[in-house]
């Protein structure tokens, strides 16, 4: 019990609220409504709830295994938050100057006919970013507060998707807008706090 204890860490309401905030801002549920719509209209059925649930499955898997993964590899944890501090710095930059840095339109456009797992759950919501940014913070955040930030994250991001249409039409393309900007700011700032933060730590 005491090494389950010890391996989650103590839970802390603020690196809970954190952690949600900047996952929530790199999954990105609302900026990716238009996506979603024109999934729809492509003839997409979208469950919702095999789309949460894969993307819970998936970053949950990424989550314990990932630090295995750069041991095996000999990469130190804060190395690779620096070098996953940066991309998800050029992420927000495609999000605060709406510039394309990462080209994914071909693998959408392949992945498009796979329904509610592919292309949403992966690589939409639980994708490199995901991953990059997941793997960059548990160099901050214990993994107890990063389960329950992952867990918030589905939720919302559950009645975003049962909500597409409701959103659309009451918060319009302009509030949609404004939102991906406030996220993207966000971003921008956490980025930059995982990259001198941890080169502080280095050094």
């Not at 603020?14 to 900047?22: D, G, R």
């Not at 949950?60 to 996953?84: P, R």
């Not at 510039?99 to 490199?128: H, R």
Request: proline share 3%; with cysteine.
């Amino acid at each position: 019990m005491e090494a389950i204890k010890e391996f989650f860490g103590p839970f802390d309401i603020w690196q809970v609220v954190s952690a949600f905030i900047f996952m929530i801002a790199i999954i990105d549920p609302l900026g990716n409504i238009p996506i979603t719509i024109s999934l729809q209209k492509k003839g997409v059925k979208i469950d919702a709830n095999k789309v949460c649930i894969a993307s819970f499955i998936i970053l949950m898997s990424f989550l314990f295994l990932g630090e295995w993964i750069l041991k095996f590899f000999g990469v130190q944890i804060e190395y690779f938050a620096i070098a996953g501090g940066f991309v998800i710095f050029l992420m927000a930059m495609e999000m605060v100057l709406d510039i394309t840095i990462f080209q994914n339109d071909k693998l959408e456009g392949e992945m498009a006919g796979g329904g509610s797992i592919v292309p949403l759950a992966f690589p939409m919501y639980a994708g490199p970013g995901a991953f990059t940014a997941l793997l960059a913070i548990t160099a901050e955040y214990t993994t107890g507060n990063l389960c329950i930030a992952l867990l918030l994250c589905m939720l919302v991001l559950y009645l975003v998707l049962i909500g597409t249409n409701w959103l659309t039409k009451y918060l319009g393309q302009t509030s949609l807008y404004i939102c991906r900007k406030f996220f993207g700011i966000i971003v921008l700032a956490i980025a930059c706090k995982l990259m001198f933060g941890n080169l502080a730590v280095i050094f």
